[in-house]
């Protein structure tokens, strides 16, 4: 089997483990904290369990670009088993806790280490042939969506059989066999000699620098909008669908189901449009799937049952499916040469960031407007995105930059 190829099939594990560990807690973190740590109070654990959760996010934010610049100067496969055996080990002593104290701290220590998913891109992006970029980066997108809709499950099953600690035991161990199984598989061609012969510049002139070029501005839009959309209406979605529904039967149910019939979608049509870009283009690809999901945001403000919310739902991930893998490809292209690592990072950080600001902010503007409002503006940022998008990949004639028309 050729390198590229294994190296794609190991990191499909890792990324789906990585992702499924970050959030197999989310089922039952209110119950921990209160059973096994000890707190009461409905707000004090409801505070408690948002800090936690958001801990990992925010540091995560702030190293990114820092690891992204070491691996451009000492290699991705180091910076992707620093982040994965690190993990492992952070994760296994989340069991051990005492107090939310603990966790918090553990949460923010595991973002600062994270830094997986974005040195599996940089990785995967150095060693693929050009020709199948956009259907590897969907593929590996496909992964991380995989572990983000079946973490939670999973943490409930296993919540159930065995309680809450051995998850933890669990999932450190998944993730120490996946990097181990990384050390010993994933190759990369990377030149140390001459990525140490680059000079080196901070994280905040790596940013500037990047940020000079416009597409990769806008491709970070792209990322940090991706991610708003998707959670900034997710904490209010069980009470629309308690609204839609009409009784409290079931409703625990239904909004899980229409939370994740979205990343169902995503995950089967990523790997299908990153091909289809390889064909097209993908900054066609990207044009299409921003338009279209700006566009299906605005039927979700309308919708008057929850069968409804549910097709929009789906047809909305599908649209979704094209964003991610296209950005990857796309900042491939756009990077200068010795700065691949790098921009993923700022684009991981980007990740982070609309999951720190998406669900604050869509809790508040949705006091004002309600929930339907939510949509609607996230509908209009979409298209804003879009038209930022058109106007930095093509030239005022229509014709694609990347391809140097």
Known sequence: MEQWKVNLIVLWFGQFLVM???????????????????LQGEHTIGTWAGLIFAGNFVTSFVFQPLWGKLSDRYGRKVMLLRSGFGMAVVMTLMGFATSPWHLLALRLINGTISGFNPASISLISSTTP??????VMGTLQSGAIAGTILGPFFGGIMADAFGYRPIFYITGALLFLASLLAMFTVKENFDKEKAQAIPQISVVQGLRELTKVPQLTALYAVTFMIQYAMISPMPLIPLFVQHLHGTAENVAFWAGFVGSVTGLSNMVSAPLLGKLGDRIGPEKILGIALFGSAILFIPQAFVGAVWQ?????????????????????????????GRESRAYSFNSSMLSLG????????????GWVGISGVFLISSAMFFLNFLWVRRSLYHSDGQSVIRGD
């Open 355 to 366: 999951s720190m600001v998406g669900p604050v902010t869509g809790g508040l503007i949705s």
């Open 309 to 337: 919310l549910l097709i929009v739902r789906f047809l909305l991930g599908i649209f979704l499916g094209g964003l991610l893998p296209t950005v990857n490809s796309l900042i491939r292209r756009f990077t200068p040469e």
């Open 130 to 135: 050009k020709e199948k970029m956009g259907y």
């Open 20 to 38: 499924a560990g970050m959030t197999m807690i989310v089922p039952f973190l209110s119950l921990y904290l209160q059973n096994d740590l000890g």
